[in-house]
T-cell receptor, first 114, second 111 residues
């Protein structure tokens, strides 16, 4: 199964600024997914990123706030724009792949907005 | 849409068995997964079960699947303090669709 390197692992940011989170996969994967995990909560899907096309966003998430890039089959970024304290969460990327071992996760980015 | 439900908390004594339960709604699932998340960490695939199986055993872990009732359980034998974590069941549909997660069960192991 693919191994994902996600960075930064954590950051503290000022409100109104933006942060870009990067995920590098050690093999080519068709689909990547971005999740948000608020404190004590489960994972909520933000968007699905397919290489060569625009990301597909879930209800409640918009491209202006969470722009995603997927320039090739091994890399994706998620930007959290114009941050507010409500954006404080863990953000995780995931790669889809052949079952059963296909799904792997980055180690997460713990974001605190002050 | 797909829904996955779990109980939120479980507390057991060290050495006892833990049983974490999950129900799901998608009858077309090929595999069902259990993930473990330790504090401050990402998700680790713990085990999975193929949908045509009733049971899978992997060392201290036993997964039971009742496809008729759409019920999945994870049993951890001889639970240790290192097993304290949040456990998520997840349904993938296929390898190109996002996992649908339950809310997670927080397992606390009392020494």
């Amino acid at each position: 199964s693919a191994v994902i390197s996600q960075k930064p692992s954590r950051d503290i940011c000022q409100r109104g600024t933006s942060l870009t989170i990067q995920c590098q996969v050690d093999s080519q994967v068709t689909m990547m997914f971005w999740y948000r995990q608020q404190p004590g909560q489960s994972l909520t899907l933000i968007a699905t990123a397919n290489q060569g096309s625009e990301a597909t966003y879930e209800s409640g998430f918009v491209i202006d706030k969470f722009p995603i890039s997927r320039p090739n089959l091994t890399f994706s970024t998620l930007t959290v724009s114009n941050m507010s304290p409500e954006d404080s969460s863990i953000y995780l990327c995931s790669a889809g792949g052949p079952l059963p071992y296909g799904y792997t996760f980055g180690s997460g980015t713990r974001l605190t907005v002050v | 849409g797909e829904d996955v439900e779990q109980s939120l908390f479980l507390s057991v004594r060290e050495g006892d068995s833990s049983v974490i339960n999950c129900t799901y709604t998608d009858s077309s699932s090929t595999y069902l997964y259990w993930y473990k998340q330790e504090p401050g960490a990402g998700l680790q695939l713990l085990t999975y079960i193929f949908s045509n199986m009733d049971m899978k055993q992997d060392q201290r872990l036993t997964v039971l699947l009742n496809k008729k009732d759409k019920h999945l359980s994870l049993r951890i034998a001889d639970t240790q303090t290192g097993d304290s974590a949040i456990y998520f069941c997840a349904d993938p549909h296929s390898g190109n669709t996002p996992l649908v997660f339950g809310k997670g069960t927080r397992l606390s192991v009392i020494a």
